[in-house]
Nanobody
């Protein structure tokens, strides 16, 4: 699976962005997709994940209620809708794929990674 993330940019606090992650491969609907982020000087952290069918999602407490993860298996694409953005959300955002039916928030548990897209939220 090859992943290509896009949609990052500069936005003011309170604004919104939608990230996309396009995947190659015919097994997209069978993999769990996750979003992670890494701020300067900090470790990579889990943001959200979604099951292969899209029926189950999971969020970090820091983004719950503000971010929404979704997927379109017909387009081999997963999305991260980010609303009410805060300066603390500034980071490089990565999408990742996990070959398992069981989810995890641990980054080593993901098998494939995209290249990352930068989100900058100004105050």
């Amino acid at each position: 699976v090859q992943l290509q993330a896009s949609g990052g940019g500069l936005v003011q606090a309170g604004g919104s962005l939608r990230l996309s992650c396009a995947a190659s491969g015919r097994t997209f609907s069978s993999v769990i997709m996750g979003w992670f982020r890494q701020a300067p000087g900090k470790e990579r952290e889990f943001v959200a994940s979604i099951s292969g069918s899209g029926g189950s999602t999971y969020y970090a407490d820091s983004v719950k209620g503000r971010f929404t993860v979704s997927r379109d298996n017909a387009k081999n694409t997963v999305y991260l809708q980010m609303n009410s953005l805060e300066p603390e959300d500034t980071a490089v955002y990565y999408c990742a794929a996990r070959n398992s039916q069981f989810g995890t928030i641990r980054s080593p548990g993901y098998d494939y990674w995209g290249q990352g897209t930068l989100v900058t939220v100004s105050s």
